[in-house]
């Protein structure tokens, strides 16, 4: 057990960084909820103001206590957060158009958010005790079924931004543990083929509203039937030919074949499972002005907000798009618009810092790590908070569709506040363990 005198010992550094952005959001939240009048019309910020308490409560215990400890239950905490999405799925809460809450009034909790840090933890176990293994593609497989399985749940909601997060996580850990490249490659390839066609897709069904013979098919379900069938013949003689003649092409023609049908599958599946809003918001990326009253309101007022920031910023409780109430969901998708118009282009500069810190630490937590066990769930937790960060700045100057991924100790929201915060202080405890040999 780690002493509490070795609190003194933990990283400074990174719990000062998440400390100040919460702050931030506390700010901003309060700043989100007055109105063009200066009356102020939420009380939000103080329920932040708990759970931001209750959050560094949380990660300061954990920092004083072995996370080694938690390797044999690793397993335990990933079924159970499974089974609660599993649950939600049934008989959750629906709120923006994704059934993901469990709760009573006013009190609910988000299973997904603490999904990510229970897969991130079970996917280390097995990294760790199999990394002896020298069947590297079993290794590989095994890890992304591990992934899937939460990620899938959370896609049926359907909360398609959250399931997103699920793929940087498996990728980055799977690259630490030394799997191949190519194996890694593999799976960059379907999600870049599969955003294309998907997004494709989209657009020539509800852009340009006409039918394209190739997208058209892509929708039939006969014609993903008869293109599995004859893919999987060719990659049966494929695989034939590898093992009896040893040629590397014939590895190749396999792997290619497999991109193009777990694409085309995938991107089936998105059509079949997304609803219509979640559509539009994929669309819209591309082109807000085609729906600048619907879809395309959000990113053309955050842009605006962003923009309007200039150097300065308005300063605080000066904003007008949020105080006028033209952001949507202001406090949450688009709390840094908020940010970037009162604070302006210094205040992001800071804000990135902050952002900058936890990632660096992290990698230094990983790197310094005296088990593999350790450095694995720190590689995790950079990925996840780093794929966060990247997804809502860019939902907020419009590089990126909007997918609902909340910018991490800033947004308001319990659940992903006291999951990130439950990150740290495993991120802490791998610091101070070093100490402690």
Not at 365 to 384: E, H, P, Q, V
Request: proline share 2%; aromatic share 14%.
């Amino acid at each position: 057990m780690i002493k509490f005198k070795n609190l003194l010992a933990i990283d400074f550094f990174l719990l000062f960084s998440t400390v100040i952005l919460i702050i931030f959001s506390v700010l901003f939240i309060y700043s989100s909820g007055v109105n063009s009048d200066g009356v102020l019309t939420s009380n939000e910020y103080l329920r932040q103001i708990v759970w931001g308490a209750l959050g560094l409560i949380i990660a300061l215990s954990i920092s004083l206590s072995n996370y080694q400890r938690i390797y044999h239950f690793a397993i335990y905490f990933y079924i159970a957060t499974a089974l609660l999405i599993l649950y939600t799925c049934i008989a959750g809460r629906q709120i923006h158009g994704a059934r993901a809450w469990i709760g009573i009034g006013i009190f609910g909790i988000q299973p997904s958010e603490f999904a990510k840090i229970t897969t991130i933890i079970f996917l280390a176990q097995y990294l760790d005790s199999s990394h002896r293994s020298t069947n590297e593609l079993k290794r590989f497989i095994i890890s992304c079924l591990i992934t899937m399985i939460p990620m899938g749940l959370v896609l049926i909601q359907p909360d398609f931004g959250t399931s997103l997060v699920f793929i940087p996580i498996l990728l980055v850990m799977c690259f630490i543990a030394g799997t191949k490249t190519r194996y890694i490659l593999f799976i960059l390839a379907i999600m870049a083929c599969t955003s294309v066609i998907t997004i494709a897709l989209f657009w020539a069904k509800f852009v340009l509203k006409t039918s394209v013979p190739l997208l058209k098919m892509i929708e039939n379900i006969r014609f993903i039937a008869v293109l599995c069938a004859v893919a999987g013949s060719i990659f049966s003689i494929a695989l034939f030919g590898f093992i009896h003649y040893k040629k590397r092409y014939f590895y190749w023609i396999n792997y290619f074949i497999l991109i193009l049908i777990c694409s085309v599958l995938a991107s089936f599946s998105i059509g079949k499972v997304l609803k219509e809003y979640q559509i539009n918001r994929l669309v819209v990326f591309l082109n807000p002005d085609i729906d600048p009253r619907g879809a395309g309101w959000n990113i053309i007022q955050s842009i605006t907000a962003v923009g309007s920031g200039d150097i300065m910023g308005k300063g605080y409780l000066m904003g007008t798009q949020s105080h006028l109430r033209f952001l949507p969901q202001q406090s949450t998708d688009f709390i840094f618009s908020i940010f970037s118009e009162e604070w302006g282009f210094i205040g992001n500069l800071v804000l990135f810092t902050l952002f900058f810190i936890i990632c660096t630490r992290l990698i230094r937590i990983m790197k310094n790590s005296t088990d593999l066990f350790g450095c694995y769930i720190a590689a995790g937790l950079s990925a996840m908070y780093s794929f966060h960060f990247l997804i809502n700045i860019g939902m907020a100057i419009g590089i990126m569709p909007i997918t609902g991924i909340p910018l991490l100790f800033m947004s308001y929201g319990g659940s992903a506040l006291l999951s990130a915060m439950t990150g740290i202080g495993l991120a802490l405890s791998i610091y101070v363990s070093r100490f402690n040999l």
